[in-house]
């Protein structure tokens, strides 16, 4: 079948193709907390359609004019961003080279403005890996490589957790302390690469490894692109004179579709003071800094291979609700 890509001309025609794929994403029907739904997705789409940074592609069939699949790329920075669960292709054209066809347009143009990567995210549930075996073929035959390792994204309701801090001798827990973002870095990389068990987590992923990366997420966060990060959601752990760890969040507020959360961004004891409480002293702070801001839940995430830490959220009520796979590909 011979495949033309073309740009949408309306947010309208986009949106019945959009629909039409979809239908076939198990998530389409059934919407959960914190995952996809469908009536939110399809308002972004219409409202972000007309602006620049936004591309919305149609693969139609060169014989009859069948619209066969659809793909959004929005622009960020220096990379663009494919649409999530996308490109969007029903089933039964799903092996007429239709997602193949859009992916390699959308590298076309990305060429066309200069940009150096493109980058999509695949999350789906836990316990059901098979969903999205269709897009992760996808990716991997277009020429996408994971950018850090597989995660495991942890969900708890704060409002029912029963953890609380360990009763710790000499151990405090303030809130920032003025420390700079520099001083974070450190803070960082001292809890997750400093072992040869924790660099064989963490040292492939790049925004743990590469202190620049490293600066620009906690920067991220401290300026609240990320989500409503105030002072108390920045902790840091001491036992007696010494910084044992440290935790940082950030809020997502509540919105017409998901009351607010509250993300542990970071979390980090230094390896000389673990297996002593401190780190469930310091999810038990957060949770409580969440609470006073009206968040009934929390998400984490952490490398699908940290299985220590997979242990620490389960004592602290988290339960694996997502797996969560980052690509990219240089252009």
């Not at 997602?99 to 590298?107: H, N, P, Q, V, W």
Request: net charge positive; glycine share 6%; aromatic share 10%.
């Amino acid at each position: 079948m011979k495949i033309i890509v073309e740009m949408a001309n309306s947010a309208n025609e986009y949106m019945q193709q959009w629909t039409k794929a979809m239908v076939d994403a198990h998530w389409f029907h059934n919407p959960s907390l914190f995952y996809y739904n469908r009536e939110e997705m399809a308002e972004e789409i219409v409202r972000e359609f007309h602006k620049p940074e936004c591309i919305h592609l149609l693969a139609k069939s060169a014989d009859s004019n069948e619209i066969l699949g659809c793909l959004k790329i929005k622009i960020n920075g220096y990379a663009g961003i494919l649409g999530r669960w996308e490109p969007a292709v029903p089933v039964r054209h799903r092996k007429s080279g239709v997602g193949e066809a859009l992916i390699e347009e959308s590298f076309a143009i990305l060429r066309e403005h200069q940009l150096s990567r493109a980058r999509c995210i695949l999350k789906f549930p836990y316990n059901q890996p098979e969903t999205a075996r269709y897009h992760l073929r996808l990716y991997q035959k277009c020429g996408f490589v994971k950018e850090r390792p597989n995660s495991i994204l942890l969900l708890t309701n704060i409002s029912k957790a029963t953890t609380k801090p360990h009763a710790i001798k000499n151990l405090y827990i303030v809130d920032d302390a003025d420390f700079s973002l520099e001083e974070y870095a450190d803070f960082t990389q001292r809890a997750y690469i400093s072992t040869p068990e924790d660099k064989a987590v963490h040292q492939h992923d790049q925004y743990i490894s590469n202190r620049k990366n490293v600066l620009n997420v906690l920067a991220a966060i401290k300026t609240g692109k990320l989500g409503f990060s105030p002072r108390e959601c920045w902790q840091i752990a001491r036992l007696g004179n010494d910084i044992a760890g440290f935790i940082i969040g950030f809020i997502l507020k509540k919105t017409k579709y998901q009351p607010a959360l509250g993300i542990i961004a970071e979390l980090g004891i230094f390896p000389e003071f673990r297996r002593k409480g401190i780190a469930l002293s310091l999810i038990a702070n957060i949770f409580e800094c969440f609470r006073r801001h009206e968040c009934n839940y929390s998400l984490v995430g952490t490398p699908k291979a940290n299985k220590p830490a997979l242990r620490l959220y389960s004592k602290a009520g988290y339960i694996p609700t997502f797996e969560q796979i980052d690509f990219q590909k240089i252009l």
